[in-house]
């Protein structure tokens, strides 16, 4: 079965520390996504990835940046935490525009917890 | 842009009654729809999607949900729930490359 693994379910940090959060699908996907997930405002998407050391600028990117060194690897870092960046952290990935779409695959999520 | 609108941030229902969850998109072109299901502490899972063909697409649990170009909706339809389908149920259509959410709906099943 095909997966998008997230190392973490749940994390705790403090303000100001420098967080990183993986993920690593085995599907051969170009495309790899970071969204966050609030109550009320849905999946907003951070910064997403067409190509191994290629990164774009979602909607909200202010306060994150990403690396991708590997084609099955993005990570997301908060460079420095903060309590408004308490939230559940989802990673996804997808096929590129070859056909069939098949939509994106998510990994099970990280809630982080900033203190 | 493409913009995707879930009318009800909330939908309670009784097992075994019928249920429709509503999603409204923005679009001039062509489009792929997907209504993703979220279950309690869980990523989430794809339900369904239309890419092209019949308007009229099914999961495996017993949810369909009908294109409609010229409403511009996909609802998503179960005609008697079970208790096992509450959870929080996401619309989504492509942009480009990406798929742009709604904020999602969340599914009440009571006893």
């Known amino acids: 079965d095909v997966k998008v693994t997230q190392s973490s379910r749940y994390l705790v940090k403090r303000t100001g520390e420098k967080v990183f959060l993986e993920c690593v699908q085995d599907?051969?996907?170009?495309?790899m996504f970071w969204y966050r997930q609030d109550p009320g405002l849905g999946l907003r998407l951070i910064y997403f990835?067409?190509?191994?050391?290629?990164?774009e600028k979602g909607d909200i990117p202010e306060g994150y940046s990403v690396s991708r060194e590997k084609k099955e690897r993005f990570s997301l870092i908060l460079e420095s935490a903060s309590t408004n960046q308490t939230s559940m952290y989802l990673c996804?990935?997808?096929?590129?525009?070859?056909?069939?779409?098949?939509?994106?695959?998510f990994g099970s999520g990280t809630r982080l917890t900033v203190v | 842009a493409q913009s995707v609108t879930q009318l009800d941030s909330q939908v309670p229902v009784f097992e075994e009654a019928p249920v429709e969850l509503r999603c409204n998109y923005s679009?001039?072109?062509?489009?792929?729809l997907f209504w993703y299901v979220q279950y309690p502490n869980q990523g989430l899972q794809l339900l369904l999607k239309?890419?092209?063909?019949?308007?009229l697409v099914e999961s495996i649990n017993g949810f369909e949900a009908e294109f409609n170009k010229s409403q511009t909706s996909f609802h998503l339809r179960k005609p008697s729930v079970h208790i096992s389908d509450t959870a929080e149920y996401f619309c989504?259509?492509?942009?480009?490359?990406?798929?742009?959410f709604g904020t999602g709906t969340r599914l009440q099943v009571f006893p």
């Open positions: 599907m051969d996907h170009e495309n």
């Open positions: 239309y890419l092209s063909g019949s308007t």
């Open positions: 989504a259509v492509t942009y480009t490359d990406k798929l742009i």
């Open positions: 990835s067409y190509d191994v050391k290629m990164k």
């Open positions: 679009s001039s072109v062509s489009v792929y």
């Open positions: 996804a990935s997808t096929n590129a525009g070859g056909r069939p779409y098949y939509g994106y695959t």
